[in-house]
C-alpha cells in the first residue's frame, strides 16, 4: 500500500509540473497560405546584462506559445561575465538542448552595441558570434553580412542615446546602402517608435516588434491581466528557422504591441478576415442584426467613418477574443448600403487604421 500511494504521489507531482509547462498560446490566424509564427528576435541573459539563465529563457518562451526566438548579447557590455574568458555564443549552446526539448526555434544572435550613430543593431541567423567582436563597428557589420546575417536596428527612439528627437544618420545610410540593415525595430518592449514605422514603409525594411527583456518575463508582462510580450508575426512558409530567415529577408511580418497590430495592409487584411466569421444576418422591418463570431485571440477596436446618414450604427465598437456578438443596424425598410469603418488597433501607417467596408444585403 505504502509503494502504491508513493507512486500515485510521484505520479500527481508529475502531472502538476506538467501543468505548469502548459501554454498560454495567442490564437492568431494563418494567412495566404503562410503560418503565423510568433517570435521574439531580442533577449538577453546573464551572458551579457540579463538576469536569469538562458534555459530559463528557453521556458518562458514555452509557456507563451512562442515558435522562436533568438539570444542577443551584447557584444561589448558584458556586466556579469566581464572579467571572464567566455565564448559570445555560449548562451545559445546552453539554451540550445532545452530549446529543442521544448520545440522552441532557437536562432543564434549577438547585439552590436554601440554610441549614436549608429546606435545599437541585432544580428540574427548568425554562425560564430565571436567573428563580431571588433573594435571597428564596419569590421562587425561586414562580419554580420559575410555569415548572411538578418541585421536590424534595435529602438532608435531610445531616450538615452535621442533624449530629443529621433533621427537618421548619414551612417544609417552608408549601413543601409552595404547592405548592412534589413530591418528596424518598431516597438521595443513597452516603446512605440512612429519614426520607425514610417522608415520601413519608406525605405523598404521589415517591421521588428521585440521584448528586449533582461529580467524575469512576469516582472515586465502581467500575464494575469491578459498582457503579452511585444513581439513580431512572422508569415512563413513553414515553422523552421530557415522559413523565418526568408520571410524576414522578404518583409513578411507584423508587430504585435498591447493590442495593436503594426503592419502592412497586405498582411493585416486577412488576419482580420481571418478571425471573423459572419455567422447570421437578421432582417426586421427597420433594422439588420449581424452576428459575427471572432475565433482569434486579438481585439479589433472598430470605428464609424463616412456613411450614408440613413443607415445608423456603432460610433465605437469593440469585438473581444473568443467572442460572438450581435451588431444591430437602423436602415430604412428596402434600402441597402455600406457599414465603413476604421480598425483603429489595426495600423498600416502612423496613425491611420485597416479601413473596411460591409455591404448590407
Not at 538562458?54 to 572579467?83: K, Q
Not at 529621433?166 to 547592405?179: A, D, R, V
Not at 518598431?186 to 520601413?200: A, L, M, P, R
Amino acid at each position: 500500500m505504502k509503494r502504491l500511494t508513493c507512486t500515485l504521489l510521484i505520479a500527481t507531482l508529475a502531472m502538476n509540473a506538467g501543468e505548469a509547462q502548459v501554454q498560454n498560446r495567442i490564437s492568431i490566424p494563418d494567412i495566404n497560405g503562410y503560418k503565423t509564427l510568433q517570435c521574439d528576435f531580442h533577449m538577453h541573459s546573464v551572458f551579457s546584462d540579463g538576469t536569469v539563465w538562458p534555459t530559463v529563457r528557453v521556458d518562458e518562451a514555452f509557456r507563451e506559445g512562442l515558435d522562436a526566438i533568438s539570444f542577443t548579447e551584447h557584444l561589448e557590455n558584458r556586466r556579469y561575465v566581464y572579467d571572464l574568458s567566455i565564448s559570445h555564443n555560449r548562451s545559445y549552446e546552453i539554451a540550445l538542448p532545452a530549446a529543442n526539448e521544448k520545440d522552441v526555434l532557437l536562432i543564434r544572435g549577438a547585439e552590436i552595441t554601440r554610441a549614436m550613430p549608429p546606435g545599437h543593431f541585432n544580428a540574427i541567423f548568425l554562425s560564430d558570434n565571436d567573428a563580431l567582436a571588433k573594435a571597428d563597428w564596419r569590421e562587425s557589420f561586414a562580419e554580420a553580412k559575410k555569415q548572411n546575417a538578418f541585421i536590424f536596428w534595435n529602438h532608435p527612439s531610445w531616450d538615452a542615446q535621442q533624449p530629443d528627437t529621433t533621427l537618421w544618420f548619414m551612417e544609417h545610410t552608408e549601413i543601409l546602402n552595404k547592405g548592412w540593415m534589413h530591418g528596424i525595430e518598431v516597438v521595443n518592449g513597452t516603446k512605440y517608435c512612429k519614426e520607425s514605422f514610417q522608415w520601413c514603409i519608406e525605405k523598404k525594411l521589415t517591421m521588428i516588434g521585440v521584448s528586449d527583456v533582461h529580467q524575469p518575463i512576469q516582472t515586465e508582462v502581467d500575464f494575469a491581466k491578459g498582457k503579452h510580450r511585444t513581439m513580431t508575426l512572422v508569415f512563413a512558409k513553414e515553422r523552421t528557422t530557415a522559413s523565418i530567415h526568408e520571410a524576414l529577408i522578404n518583409r513578411r511580418t507584423a508587430v504585435f504591441f498591447d493590442e495593436c497590430l503594426l503592419g502592412e495592409e497586405q498582411y493585416l487584411r486577412p488576419i482580420f478576415e481571418n478571425a471573423i466569421e459572419v455567422k447570421e444576418i437578421k432582417r426586421t422591418a427597420n433594422t439588420i442584426t449581424v452576428t459575427i463570431k471572432n475565433h482569434s485571440g486579438l481585439s479589433f477596436k472598430l470605428k464609424k467613418r463616412d456613411h450614408d446618414p440613413d443607415i445608423v450604427y456603432f460610433r465605437d465598437y469593440v469585438i473581444y477574443p473568443h467572442s460572438q456578438h450581435d451588431i444591430a443596424i437602423r436602415v430604412p425598410a428596402n434600402k441597402s448600403g455600406d457599414v465603413n469603418f476604421e480598425i483603429t488597433n489595426l495600423l498600416v501607417s502612423p496613425g491611420k487604421g485597416l479601413l473596411c467596408s460591409y455591404t448590407l444585403p
